[in-house]
């Protein structure tokens, strides 16, 4: 297999109306957050099946994220991204028009099941555009502003659009709204203003999708794709369990309202869409594994500790403190983003493959935060979840200390930057 020939010295500002669209996808996508999960339980659901529900959505945003990046080398981030787009419309129809008014669990599960295939495919099929697009020097920015936007809206602007919209919508029509979002958002995204940008990176004749053979065959000569699949899961995956419980932590255990949540989940987005941005610009310029390590993984497992423990004792105390926490919790997930600069440098000759394992780690993230849900809370309560969530971020961080990088690549951050040298905190 060749390599392909490679487009460079695009800037993250080219993809403009990829960024755009992604924003406005996610905000649709987002819309839903804060109240989905009372809303299936005043349909006729139980808490414990709606954590099965998220669970299955999960699995198949998990496989639907695996696919993107082998699929945007075979057919091209476009068609790639169109998928996404039908996925999501055609299963949320059916969704809204017969599984909701039937109050049907079984209906709910599968519409809302498929549907977790549509977003995985169009979010990842124009991060893996960027990152085959844009050159090395600012990967790092391109990928903090593609999770700002992806984070902008979902769920930050989403619950912001959800807040005004329920008292005149309510909750039914506000799907509609979000509905409406995602149609203008997965248009823009399909404009493709570059010549050969969204085009497969292979001809159909040179490249496959790969089978089973060939990715134990990759695995075993790059381990670090799966440290960085299994670093990009645990990630991600506390922010999708608290939509679960998080709410009825709030009301039923602690007393707080339904507005204190929800400027509380918002308030760790908003955190977070900043802080994105400001750690993928640093990344390219201090360590992207030094910036996993520590923002991250240790920085991300003490705020897990806090965001159960805050609400507790200064819930109806301290604002500042309540609030405060959440920001905190943000700003260290921010400290992932270098990830998706880091996942293609470690198979620089085949980005799509490399960027559907760290998909496949976003995406199973989708279904691990709420599986850690549905078994440890039974057993050990919201703490012990919270508990776990802290083990796994701290896990997360000793993985990247192993992940290997070209050292030309690890080393090319701390050699552009103006601070001191013992500044890069990553082991070269």
Same mark, same amino acid.
């Given at each position: 297999?060749?390599?392909?020939?490679?487009?460079?010295?695009?800037?993250?500002?080219?993809?403009?109306?990829?960024?755009?669209?992604?924003?406005?996808?996610?905000?649709?996508?987002?819309?839903?957050?804060?109240?989905?999960?009372?809303?299936?339980?005043?349909?006729?659901?139980?808490?414990?099946?709606?954590?099965?529900?998220?669970?299955?959505?999960?699995?198949?945003?998990?496989?639907?994220?695996?696919?993107?990046?082998?699929?945007?080398?075979?057919?091209?981030?476009?068609?790639?991204?169109?998928?996404?787009?039908?996925?999501?419309?055609?299963?949320?129809?059916?969704?809204?028009?017969?599984?909701?008014?039937?109050?049907?669990?079984?209906?709910?599960?599968?519409?809302?099941?498929?549907?977790? !295939?549509?977003?995985?495919? @169009? #979010?990842?099929? /124009?991060?893996?555009? %960027?990152?085959?697009? +844009? =050159?090395?020097?600012?990967? &790092?920015?391109?990928?903090?502003?593609?999770?700002?936007?992806?984070?902008?809206?979902?769920?930050?602007?989403?619950?912001?659009?959800?807040?005004?919209?329920?008292?005149?919508?309510?909750?039914?029509?506000? !799907?509609?709204?979000?509905? @409406? #979002?995602?149609? /203008?958002?997965?248009? %823009?995204?399909?404009? +493709? =203003?570059?010549?050969?940008? &969204?085009?497969?990176?292979?001809?159909?004749?040179?490249?496959?999708?790969?089978?089973?053979?060939?990715?134990?065959?990759?695995?075993?000569?790059?381990?670090?794709?799966?440290?960085?699949?299994?670093?990009?899961?645990?990630?991600?995956?506390?922010?999708?369990? /608290?939509?679960?419980?998080?709410?009825?932590?709030?009301?039923?255990?602690?007393?707080?309202?339904?507005?204190?949540?929800?400027?509380?989940?918002?308030?760790?987005?908003?955190?977070?869409?900043?802080?994105?941005?400001?750690?993928?610009?640093?990344?390219?310029?201090?360590?992207?594994?030094?910036?996993?390590?520590?923002?991250?993984?240790?920085?991300?497992?003490?705020?897990?500790?806090?965001?159960?423990?805050?609400?507790?004792?200064?819930?109806?105390?301290?604002?500042?403190?309540?609030?405060?926490?959440?920001?905190?919790?943000?700003?260290?997930?921010?400290?992932?983003?270098?990830?998706?600069?880091?996942?293609?440098?470690?198979?620089?000759?085949?980005?799509?493959?490399?960027?559907?394992?760290?998909?496949?780690?976003?995406?199973?993230?989708?279904?691990?935060?709420?599986?850690?849900?549905?078994?440890?809370?039974?057993?050990?309560?919201?703490?012990?979840?919270?508990?776990?969530?802290?083990?796994?971020?701290?896990?997360?961080?000793?993985?990247?200390?192993?992940?290997?990088?070209?050292?030309?690549?690890?080393?090319?951050?701390?050699?552009?930057?103006?601070?001191?040298?013992?500044?890069?905190?990553?082991?070269?």
């Amino acid at each position: 297999m060749t390599k392909p020939e490679q487009i460079s010295g695009k800037s993250p500002f080219d993809f403009r109306y990829q960024y755009l669209g992604l924003l406005l996808f996610m905000i649709g996508d987002g819309v839903e957050v804060g109240y989905l999960s009372p809303f299936l339980v005043r349909h006729g659901l139980t808490e414990h099946f709606v954590a099965l529900v998220f669970t299955v959505y999960g699995l198949a945003a998990a496989v639907s994220a695996w696919g993107s990046g082998v699929l945007c080398d075979r057919f091209g981030c476009r068609k790639v991204i169109l998928a996404g787009v039908i996925l999501w419309v055609v299963p949320q129809v059916l969704f809204l028009a017969m599984a909701v008014p039937a109050q049907s669990g079984w209906q709910i599960l599968l519409t809302y099941g498929v549907r977790g !295939f549509g977003y995985p495919l @169009l #979010a990842y099929g /124009i991060l893996t555009l %960027l990152v085959r697009e +844009v =050159r090395i020097s600012q990967r &790092g920015l391109a990928s903090g502003l593609f999770w700002f936007c992806f984070t902008c809206g979902l769920p930050t602007l989403g619950t912001v659009v959800a807040s005004f919209s329920l008292p005149v919508f309510g909750e039914y029509g506000t !799907f509609w709204v979000a509905f @409406l #979002a995602v149609i /203008i958002g997965g248009g %823009l995204s399909l404009i +493709v =203003r570059h010549e050969g940008a &969204g085009k497969p990176a292979y001809e159909r004749a040179q490249v496959a999708l790969p089978a089973p053979r060939e990715l134990l065959g990759v695995i075993r000569a790059n381990p670090s794709l799966v440290l960085t699949c299994i670093v990009r899961a645990i990630n991600s995956s506390a922010t999708h369990g /608290i939509i679960v419980f998080m709410p009825f932590y709030f009301m039923s255990t602690l007393g707080l309202t339904n507005t204190q949540w929800m400027r509380f989940l918002e308030t760790i987005f908003a955190s977070n869409i900043v802080c994105n941005l400001f750690f993928g610009a640093l990344s390219d310029r201090v360590s992207w594994r030094g910036t996993i390590m520590w923002v991250g993984g240790v920085g991300s497992g003490l705020a897990s500790v806090l965001l159960y423990w805050v609400p507790a004792h200064f819930g109806h105390t301290s604002s500042i403190a309540l609030y405060g926490a959440a920001a905190f919790f943000g700003l260290t997930l921010a400290g992932y983003v270098p990830l998706s600069a880091l996942a293609p440098s470690l198979l620089p000759d085949r980005k799509g493959l490399a960027m559907s394992f760290l998909n496949f780690g976003a995406g199973c993230s989708v279904w691990l935060g709420p599986l850690i849900v549905y078994i440890f809370q039974p057993l050990v309560g919201i703490g012990g979840v919270m508990a776990v969530y802290a083990a796994l971020f701290v896990l997360s961080g000793v993985l990247v200390y192993f992940i290997k990088v070209p050292q030309e690549l690890d080393a090319a951050p701390a050699a552009c930057s103006h601070l001191p040298s013992s500044f890069s905190f990553a082991r070269h």
